[in-house]
């Protein structure tokens, strides 16, 4: 095949150990995690590990990687494996994606962490999907990615012409796809914010997007940079539209872009979907963020994969390595993201960090493709390839 061998990473972490050289950054979730805390303020911390309600939801999501195993298939010599993909006309080299947070730009000790995710993705050929909320703005972030294609998620604002604009900012900026979230147009009860009063969109923070649209500066009274108080207060008037099925036809209109909805999860929500003219579905609860008490997003995946009927089906929640990535590919996902794993990466190491998380995640899929005889992710889609642990 000739195709990279993501797993000879572990090569190059051994040897340099033979050298006296320990890794910089953990190969782990857990301890990304530990790290992370010893390095990020609380109040960002709090906004990043945090769940809706009693964090149920977002327990179950990664505790239901654990009900599906994998079954070994011997005698395939799966000498080298192929991991790319094909999605929306486009050849990815992985099924990899960093999933849009929000907070990311302050994640970064710059505070610049959105233009570091670029980077690391133009560095990996993995893509980002990239949050309305950001701390630089998609006219810089999109030149960023280089070669590797971004998709830019939309939290759609009341205001119609403004969602419209930032959608042709977008594209202008050379994103490849437009992911419509659907389940944020209220935040979920998140405790560990609310006990702390935090919400950083709320102090100005992440809103470069919006603070340098024309059609969002039209509605200030005041420059933004001299009153950002009143800017987060019109972005929060904006916030908090509740999309209809009528809303596709005009978001479909708008561009020429794939379109994504995200957070779907019944079978009758992705027909409906598909029906109204969506490129791509996107599976997902959020992480547990926005409702608790739900079904785990991984539960809910192969119905979708089966009513979307081919369409491409985007997956996050819960996922924390690479054998997630490979139980979430074989349960029929097109493409998997991860998402506070990499939020951790970045606040210990930046660009460089994110590029070693994505490496460290990619190494374990595919060492466990080969070790476990499937050598393409077709092959992981067989019959018999995994089974729901009793």
């Known amino acids: ?14 040897r340099a150990g033979m050298r006296g050289i320990l890794p910089r950054y953990p190969v782990d979730f857990e301890a990304l ?24 939801t977002q327990r179950a999501n990664i505790a239901a990687f654990e009900k599906w195993g994998l079954i070994p298939r011997m005698f395939n010599g799966s000498y080298e ?16 994606f960093t999933v849009p947070i929000g907070v990311i730009g302050i994640c970064a ?30 006219e810089q972030l999109g030149p960023a990615l280089g070669d590797t294609p971004g998709f830019f998620q939309l939290y ?16 202008a900026a050379g994103y490849k796809a437009l992911v419509v979230t659907l389940d944020t147009w209220v935040t979920g009860w998140r405790p560990r914010d609310l006990n702390r009063a935090n919400f950083p969109q709320l102090r100005g923070l992440c ?34 539209y509740s999309l209809s099925w ?70 996050d929640s819960g996922v924390r390595s690479g054998t997630d990535v490979v139980k979430a590919l074989a349960l029929g996902a097109t ?5 506070r794993s990499y939020a951790y990466a970045l606040a210990l190491g930046g660009e460089d960090g994110i590029v070693h998380h994505i490496r460290s995640i990619l190494a374990e899929a595919d060492l466990l493709m080969a070790i476990d005889g499937y050598p393409t992710i077709a092959d992981l889609r067989s019959e018999g390839a995994i089974r729901r642990v009793h």
């Not at 006309?89 to 990899?96: A, Q």
């Not at 997007?209 to 904006?238: C, G, M």
């Not at 493409?335 to 998402?339: D, L, P, T």
Request: with cysteine; glycine share 8%; charged share 20%.
């Open 1 to 14: 095949m000739g195709q990279q061998q993501y797993g000879d990473f572990q090569l190059e972490i051994y």
């Open 33 to 56: 995690e530990r790290k992370a805390a010893q390095v990020l303020p609380e109040w960002i911390l709090s906004y990043v590990a945090g769940g809706c309600g009693n964090e149920h």
């Open 81 to 96: 494996r192929d991991l790319s993909i094909e999605l929306f006309d486009m050849h990815l080299p992985t099924p990899l």
């Open 109 to 138: 000790q710059d505070f610049h962490g959105d233009l570091h995710v670029a980077r690391a993705a133009a560095r990996t050929g993995v893509p980002v999907v990239q949050s309305t909320l950001s701390t630089d703005p998609v």
């Open 156 to 171: 759609t604002p009341k205001d119609r012409d403004l969602a419209i604009s930032l959608i042709h900012r977008a594209e």
């Open 207 to 240: 809103l470069a997007n919006y603070l340098t649209d024309e059609k969002f500066r039209r509605r200030l009274v005041t420059e933004p940079e001299d009153d950002i108080s009143a800017a987060a207060a019109e972005w929060a008037s904006q916030f908090g």
């Open 246 to 315: 009528d809303d596709l036809h005009w978001i479909r209109a708008a561009t020429s872009l794939p379109v994504v909805v995200k957070g779907i999860s019944h079978p009758d929500d992705v027909r409906k979907a598909i029906d109204l003219g969506v490129d791509g579905i996107y599976c997902s609860n959020h992480g547990g963020r926005q409702a608790n008490g739900g079904l785990p997003a991984l539960d809910t995946l192969p119905d979708v994969v089966a009513a979307a009927d081919g369409v491409p089906v985007l997956f």
């Open 335 to 339: 493409a998997v993201g991860v998402g």
